[in-house]
């Protein structure tokens, strides 16, 4: 019989940073709530403004922990504890938090940089500065399908009970519905799931550090092919994405923006670098695949290697080779037939 776990347990199983963030969120949505109900001007100092939040600055990573509506609040408590739960779990602390303030900081610095270059093409700053406010975690919550797509990109979850989907189509459906909600006008906050998409990846991809590796010195990031730039396109938009990102990527490497691993070489675009522990783990199941591959066809080919019980069947004459030994018995054989044949008969030889 299973026996229901309790809240203490529940919490004193969840490791430090999911606990702390998770309180996190709902001190600061109870509490903005609370000052929307008394009437009282909270967003510039809680949420991310871009004409104000110059002057508060901790705004570009308080904001996300502000949900401004019961909807936003619960999708947000079902799924990011348990996912930052698995994380942390896998990662440790240190770097689950450096995923999380990457991801958001990053996405809202962006958010902020191109509302004002709206602002400076069209000069409506009550639209484009104060107009807006950035707030939640939907930064967030793509950023952690990406990392579960590097994970477990072929693992099958149901999305509201009843739509079957692969893990690694996630972000790009999350991603759809952001674009869709931008262009009907719905910029803020659904664009900051597109930067949040961006951000989260390049962390990811060349900054993270790499746990518990042995392949000789320290490692950053995900240089498999799998994890590319174009692995999230369809196949006709390859090439002038590669294109552009290999040029990114050799710009940026040229700067210093990179760490460098080691043995960082690249061959074509975003191929596998040997300094990444998954490039390795990538290189040797292709290995193992393509010995048992060649196990199976040469059991195909010879199935007497293949243990069997051995059923005894007569052997055609014709495959009969003759021992010399049965060479001078048949001789003789022949001789004494003849010797009888060519005998008179009633005659005793």
Request: include cysteine; glycine fraction near 6%.
């Amino acid at each position: 019989m299973a026996i229901l776990t309790s809240p203490l347990q529940v919490l004193t199983s969840t490791p430090p940073v999911t606990r702390g963030w998770t309180a996190a969120t709902i001190v600061a949505s109870a509490l903005y709530a609370w000052l929307r109900w008394n009437g009282t001007v909270s967003e510039p100092y809680l949420t991310l403004v871009p004409g104000s939040s110059i002057f508060y600055p901790w705004t570009f990573l308080t904001s996300a922990l502000v949900e401004t509506s019961i909807f936003e609040f619960i999708a947000t408590i079902i799924f990011v504890p348990p996912s930052l739960r698995y994380l942390e779990r896998l990662w440790g602390s240190v770097e689950t938090l450096k995923f999380i303030a990457a991801t958001i900081v990053s996405s809202n610095i962006i958010a902020f940089a191109f509302n004002w270059i709206e602002f400076m093409a069209t000069q409506k700053a009550d639209i484009f500065l104060y107009g807006m406010e950035y707030h939640g975690q939907m930064a967030l919550q793509i950023g952690l399908l990406v990392a579960f797509t590097q994970l477990i990109p072929e693992h099958q979850v149901q999305v509201m009970g009843f739509i079957k989907a692969r893990v690694k189509v996630l972000p790009m459906g999350y991603l759809t519905i952001s674009t869709v909600m931008t262009i009907l006008g719905f910029q803020c906050p659904w664009i900051i799931i597109q930067f949040g998409w961006f951000t989260s990846w390049i962390y990811l991809r060349f900054y993270k550090k790499n746990p518990g590796d042995t392949l000789g010195g320290e490692t950053y990031g995900d240089r498999s092919e799998t994890f590319s730039l174009v692995s999230w396109f369809p196949p006709f938009a390859h090439y002038p994405i590669g294109l552009l990102g290999t040029g990114v990527y050799s710009v940026a490497n040229r700067l210093h923006l990179i760490p460098t691993v080691h043995g960082d070489v690249e061959s074509g675009i975003y191929a596998q670098v040997p300094g990444s522990a998954r490039a390795e783990a990538e290189r040797r199941r292709a290995m193992a695949l393509k010995a048992l591959d060649q196990r199976m066809a040469n059991s195909t080919a010879s199935p007497s290697t293949v243990s069997s019980p051995q059923v005894a069947t007569p052997r055609p004459e014709s495959s009969k080779i003759p021992t010399p030994d049965a060479v001078k018995l048949e001789r003789s054989k022949s001789v004494g037939e003849a010797d009888v044949t060519d005998t008179p008969k009633g005659r005793i030889a």
